[in-house]
């Protein structure tokens, strides 16, 4: 469903992907884990179609979205969910669902505030007054409301209390048994593992390791060495 | 005191004119980070627009809707084909938009000459209104009222539609606003437009009572700026109040000490911005 082919990035005059492959199928959650400063980031960036990749493609289903702009990236299917929230400041919740609603899929706005009962409390509420964990529901909301086929999301455990973080889990969890399609960015390796298909490893801008949750509980090299842990 | 309460109508209509112009600026400086100089040539331009309309048709309305038409096409084409080149740069967009505003204003004179030139006011609203023994021209009071009415709608397109919260969101953020499949390109040309038809809206409204006449785009570009920096940038509210501040300031300035009139407005700027370096309603 995504394919990335050997993509080479550039942030200004960094190299940032240095060759990067990734296989994503459909109804799998893959994580992709590593340090801070990896390229994991960019790498989101470069399939969302914000930082384009120079070299390599990017195959979403069989479109090569490589240098696709970015709203039509995301029209095509993927809901991204960035890195630091980046919630709408001046916008409240009810108008974050209005203006990425999207496609006749299964989700409304209505649906996704029953899956967000938090969010459907404070419907009238800006944004920029929410909780990081609120924000954090609301950055994933206001992706799923635009139906998408695969969700990109980048770190959405960072700064959030473990109760937050349980809750994010939750949705996660059912997202999958619905048979989502999740590229799921974390610096978390538990809450990334538990709900991962498959693992890549990033390392100084190329994926270094590709394995199942299980294999990489199990190796306490690999973890030390990419992973810090 | 009849002095008082003329004077300030006065002002206030005038305020109402710079609001129709400083809301564009806002707006489109909000979204699309451009300072607009060319703004100026908008108003100027849908003035002699409307005028021309105005011969031709016999027409107030047509005038009023045409000229406005006319440079709103004319904004789609500039963001379309110059601006969008120079996406986020800021130092040449402001270059290229300086440069238009000189060439549109060396266009108009070279199409309607270098007289100044007076707008017929609309057969509704040509008598004068008797307020408290004093006459006064209905079309200023009606221009009052166009201006609220405008508000009123910019406000509710801005807080009530979907296309306003888009828009809000592209002033947020821009990039996430792409990324998450809004059409952000679509927005700027739209926003810009928009911007162009209300200056040029106040152009043609404006006429009958300034007249059109060159210069006229530099000098309104002038006090246009004064408008969003002492309401904030980016602001609606903001652009009314400016708006009506500058106006009364401008008006009362002029009568009262002509001989300063510019240092009545450029003081108080000076001091709110001293005080306030966003401006009264600006964010940050």
């Known amino acids: ?229 | 005191m009849m002095f008082w309460v003329l004077q300030s109508l006065n002002g206030i209509s005038y305020g109402m004119l710079l609001f129709l112009l400083a809301s564009g600026l806002s707006l489109i400086y909000g979204l699309m980070k451009i300072l607009n100089l060319t703004h100026g040539s908008f108003y100027l331009l849908g003035g002699y627009v409307g005028l021309a309309v105005l011969h031709l048709t016999k027409s107030f309305i047509l005038a009023v809707l045409l000229g406005s038409l006319a440079i709103a096409l004319l904004g789609v084409v500039m963001e379309r084909f110059l601006l969008r080149r120079l996406h986020l740069q800021e130092m040449p967009q402001t270059l290229l938009t300086f440069g238009l505003l000189f060439i549109f204003s060396d266009l108009a004179m070279l199409i309607w000459g270098g007289n100044p030139q007076t707008v017929p006011k609309p057969e509704l609203f040509r008598h004068s209104l008797d307020i408290g023994g004093m006459v006064y021209p209905s079309y200023r009071l009606f221009i009052i009222g166009f201006g609220l009415f405008v508000a009123a709608v910019l406000w509710w397109v801005q807080e009530g539609t979907r296309i306003g919260a888009m828009v809000r969101a592209g002033v947020d953020n821009e990039e996430i606003a792409r990324a998450l499949g809004i059409n952000v390109s679509l927005l700027f040309t739209l926003v810009f437009a928009f911007g162009a038809f209300l200056a040029a809206l106040g152009g043609v409204m404006g006429g009958p009572i300034v007249g059109v006449y060159p210069g006229a785009d530099f000098e309104v570009l002038l006090l246009g700026f004064v408008v969003v920096i002492i309401g904030g940038l980016g602001s609606l509210r903001g652009a009314l109040v400016g708006g009506l501040i500058v106006g009364l300031l401008d008006n009362f300035g002029k009568v009262l000490f002509p001989e300063f009139a510019l240092f009545t407005i450029f003081a108080p700027m000076a001091l709110i911005l001293a005080v306030r370096p966003t401006g009264l309603f600006g964010k940050e």
């Not at chain 1, 993927?78 to 999207?102: C, D, K, M, W």
């Not at chain 1, 695969?150 to 969890?173: C, F, S, V």
């Not at chain 1, 490893?201 to 994926?207: D, F, H, L, P, T």
Request: aromatic content about 6%.
């Open chain 1, 1 to 229: 469903m995504l394919s990335i082919q050997d993509i080479h990035t550039y942030y200004g005059d960094s190299y940032i992907l240095q060759g990067v492959s990734l296989e994503l199928q459909p109804g799998q959650v893959v994580a992709l884990l590593g340090r801070n400063g990896v390229g994991k980031t960019t790498l989101a960036r470069s399939i969302m179609g914000l930082t384009p990749a120079s070299r390599g493609r990017i195959l979403f289903g069989d479109q090569d979205i490589t240098r696709a702009s970015a709203h039509r990236i995301a029209r095509l299917g993927i809901g991204y969910v960035p890195q630091g929230r980046q919630v709408f400041r001046s916008l409240n919740i009810r108008e974050h669902l209005q203006v990425t609603a999207r496609g006749n899929g299964q989700w409304t706005p209505d649906k996704i505030l029953d899956l967000f009962p938090n969010l459907r409390s404070r419907i009238k509420s800006l944004a920029g007054k929410l909780s990081g964990g609120e924000q954090q529901m609301l950055a994933a909301a206001r992706a799923l409301v635009g139906n998408p086929a695969l969700l990109l999301m980048d770190e959405p455990t960072e700064g959030l209390a473990p109760m937050m973080i349980r809750e994010l889990g939750k949705t996660i969890a059912s997202l999958k048994e619905g048979g989502a399609s999740i590229l799921l960015i974390e610096q978390q390796l538990n809450f990334a593992l538990r709900y991962a298909d498959i693992v890549f490893i990033m390392n100084k801008g190329r994926i270094v390791h590709r394995c199942t949750p299980a294999e990489l509980l199990a190796d306490p090299d690999t973890k030390a060495r990419y992973l810090g842990v």
